[in-house]
């Protein structure tokens, strides 16, 4: 069965530190998609990336990466320098054969000035 | 580009009522995509439109129902309203249905808060 794991349910930082956020998944097929979405405190989710399971290479876009290793079923996202405004809580969801998106059940990032 | 629009954003409904969502894709965006977002069961999907005609549905009683109309505009329904059905609904919209191979990414609404009481 398809499932998401965040283990993390919040993690809280003083501003400037640098932040990692777990993501371990579980599906039987080869071909998947992950993504990691941002949802602040308006409520909408912000698509931050989406990585296929034939792309295994890191991604770094400003501030913010993502370690996909296929090997531990994992896809870790990283906020270098973190400031206030990254304050959200922080989804990993994954779609597979079903085509429907499995949703982690978030992390709250706290970024404390 | 306007974004996605729901409405209203928010709406108290007592138990037993039934209550009509609305969404707003962005415009050229085909496909429209509904969740339910409550602190116990977290996110999950509910089902998906595309061409006015439903393309996937997730593990909901039959008190859920969409619709989408030919200008890609989409309406769920929820009848019977329980006090578990309180939480967050929202829309997301795609150009292409996103329950399908390929990437493609879907934009999201603020939601609409349900509570029932």
């Known amino acids: 069965a398809q499932k998401v794991t965040q283990a993390q349910t919040e993690i809280s930082v003083v501003e400037k530190e640098d932040v990692t956020l777990d993501c371990v998944y579980e599906?039987?097929?080869?071909?998947?998609?992950l993504f990691w979405y941002k949802q602040p405190p308006s409520g909408e989710l912000v698509f931050l990336i989406r990585?296929?399971?034939?792309d295994e290479q890191n991604e770094i876009s400003g501030r913010y990466s993502w370690n996909f290793q296929k090997s531990t079923s994992s896809f870790n996202f990283t906020i270098t320098a973190s400031q206030v405004v990254d304050s959200a809580v922080y989804f990993c969801?994954?779609?597979?054969?079903?085509?429907?998106?499995?949703w982690g059940a978030g992390t709250k990032l706290i970024i404390k000035p | 580009k306007a974004g996605v629009t729901q409405t209203p954003r928010y709406l108290i409904k007592t138990r037993g009522q039934q209550v009509t969502l609305s969404c707003s894709p962005i415009?050229?965006?085909?496909?429209v995509s509904w969740y339910q977002q409550t602190p116990g069961q977290g996110l999950q999907f509910l089902f998906e439109y595309f061409s006015e005609t439903q393309r996937n549905k997730g593990n909901f009683p039959g008190r859920f129902s969409g619709r989408q109309f030919s200008n890609s505009r989409s309406e769920m329904n929820v009848s019977t309203l329980e006090l578990g059905d309180s939480a967050l609904y929202l829309c997301?919209?795609?150009?292409?249905?996103?329950?399908?191979?390929?990437?493609?990414?879907?934009?999201f609404g603020p939601g609409t808060r349900l509570t029932v009481t």
């Open positions: 599906t039987r097929d080869t071909t998947y998609y």
């Open positions: 415009s050229g965006h085909r496909s």
């Open positions: 997301a919209s795609s150009v292409e249905p996103f329950s399908g191979q390929g990437q493609r990414e879907q934009y």
């Open positions: 990585r296929n399971s034939f």
């Open positions: 969801a994954l779609k597979d054969s079903n085509y429907q998106l499995i």
